[in-house]
C-alpha cells in the first residue's frame, strides 16, 4: 500500500533509479495506481491540448474580475488551484474505481464543464471571505 504514494511522484517524473523501478514492479501489481496513472496521463494530455478547458477557466475569471480587475488578478492562481483540485478529486474518485479505465480526456472536460458553475460560487465565496479581511 506505501508504494501507491509514490504514484504522483511517479507520475511527474520525480522517481530515480531503485525508486523508479520499484513502482514500475508495484505497478504491475497494483490496477488502482494503473487506472489513476491513465487518467493523470490523459488528463495532462487534455490540459496541453489547444485548451478548450483553458478558455473556458479563462472566461470564468473574466467574469470575476470585471468589477475590480486589478484586484482580482493576483487570484488567477488561486483560481486554477481550485480547478486542479476538482481534477485531483476526480482522480480520487477513479481511483477508488479501478475497473473505470474508459476515463478520456473528453470525459475530464466535461465533467470540468458541468462543474464549472459551482466551482464559480465557490470561488465567489472565497472572494467574498477574502474582502471581509480588509
Ligand atoms: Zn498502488
Redesign the pocket.
Known sequence: ?K??EN?MLYASNELDGAAKAAFEQ??QT?S??RAELALLRRTDEALAAPAAPASVVENLFAKTTRRRKSFFAGWKPAFAGTALLGLGLLTFLAGLQPDKTAFDASEVIAYMSENLDEEYLNFSNDLALFEQEF
Open positions: 500500500m508504494d501507491c504514484l508495484h505497478l497494483c488502482s495506481c
